[in-house]
Nanobody
Framework: VQLQASGGGLVQTGGSLRLSCAAS????????MAWFRQAPGKEREFVSA????????NYNDSVKGRFTVSRDNAKNTVYLQMDSLKPEDTAVYYC??????????????????WGQGTQVTVSS
């Protein structure tokens, strides 16, 4: 199984980025997909998750209204559209896959597979 995250970069406060995570080696639409992030010196933090169909979604309150998670099961890809970015959004962003149906799981231990991470830096 491979999860390949991309799309990170350097952006100014208020800017936007779109992260992508391409999955291979698994039956993609059998997995809940999620995004986590980890800033230096901090624990890995849940950002967002969505169910297998992409209809039901779950967001950390800190990103609600600014970030949008989506998936394209035909392309085995999950996306994270990030708008109105803030310096506190600076972190390495990871995509993750869980073989359960629980898209409310915010605990990293509930996810079986992880991407390599992509750096997002928001300058003030």
């Amino acid at each position: 199984v491979q999860l390949q995250a991309s799309g990170g970069g350097l952006v100014q406060t208020g800017g936007s980025l779109r992260l992508s995570c391409a999955a291979s080696g698994l039956i993609f639409n059998n997995y809940v997909m999620a995004w986590f992030r980890q800033a230096p010196g901090k624990e890995r933090e849940f950002v967002s998750a969505l169910d297998r169909s992409g209809v039901r979604k779950n967001y950390n309150d800190s990103v609600k209204g600014r970030f949008t998670v989506s998936r394209d099961n035909a392309k085995n890809t999950v996306y994270l559209q990030m708008d109105s970015l803030k310096p506190e959004d600076t972190a390495v962003y990871y995509c993750a896959a869980s073989p359960t149906t629980n898209f409310y799981n915010r605990n990293p231990t509930g996810y079986s597979y992880w991407g390599q991470g992509t750096q997002v830096t928001v300058s003030s």
